[in-house]
């Protein structure tokens, strides 16, 4: 194998500072409850496990099964450490506390979306988890303590269960891309400084919202397919996967911009997307990698949060892009 730096190898030559020990022994539970949901995922049919179930999640949304039993994978490998004050995930309203005999004075907060793109699951579309670390300011925290903008991430990652399964992540010094080895079990460094291209010719946007939103957005895609014959001069692609983070590690591979942008039927809850476990979370690597993220008008790693459930509208990927739609939002404002 052409691949020799493991994550811990990548750990313990790259991470300085007082949260060392604690980001290492955090990302191995992480690492391995990725590794639990990536095996959760593979049998899922022949587990029986690719329907939905009766409930919905606070958001309003029909659970499936690997909602759950993902959740619930997290949480399990997650709540040992002593590291971990408590955690908070789209898939449950309030805070998840750490259970009493487990609990250690924990400093740290996690956040997740245990299977972002869930509707994909049963049409075998790649999915994956996406997560979050900030620094609790209580030991036992509330849901007010989890509040913090996304400038405040000590980390932020997400795995990528595709073609093969993927981690990617970063701790505020770049963007680092490791691939699991089914047969020994460890992610390897594959992608090392990942950089998306400032540059590009593709768009991510879900299509069937087109007459829903806002002018700004309606006149860059309008520009896009008019292609060549329009004022882009270059000829446009489009993909949509629907699994938010299969199309960010596109763009993180091949540049691209990525929107879910507010419309008329998402103004009531704000955006389509989460900003504590989906939007943060990716702006944050999406920034480290030189690209940028807003919601048109303000830069998402900048919000200050109201609600761990909040959502927003979101615009990321390729800096030129991006930085054009900022400019058609700006030119709205002014009129
Ligand atoms: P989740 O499965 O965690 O609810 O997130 C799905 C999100 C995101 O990953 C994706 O980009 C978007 O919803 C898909 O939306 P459409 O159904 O409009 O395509
Ligand atoms: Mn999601
Ligand atoms: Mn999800």
Known sequence: MAYHTTVKDFLADHLQGPHKAALTRMLDDIINACKKIAIAIDSGALEGNMGSLASENIQGEVQKVLDVMTNNIFIESNQRSGYIAAMASEEVDNVIEIPEKLKK??????????????????VNISVGTIFSILMS????PILADFLQPGVSQLCAGYALYGTSTMLVFTTGNGVSGFTLDIESGEFYLTHPNMQ????TQEFA???????????????????????????????????????????MHRILIRGGVFMYPIDSKLQTQGGKLRLMYEANPISYIVEQAGGLATTGTQRILEIVPTHIHQRVPVIMGSKSEVERIISYHQRKIRH
């Open 196 to 199: 998306i291209a400032t540059d």
């Open 105 to 122: 004075n924990g400093k740290y907060l996690l956040l997740f979306d245990p299977l972002d793109g869930s509707s994909n699951v049963n």
């Open 137 to 140: 300011p209580s030991a036992n």
């Open 205 to 247: 946007v879900n299509m069937s919202n087109y007459r829903f939103w806002q002018e700004p957005v309606q006149r860059y895609i309008d520009e896009c397919l008019q292609g060549e014959e329009g004022d882009r001069k270059k000829d446009f692609n489009m993909r949509w996967v629907a699994s938010m983070v299969a199309e």
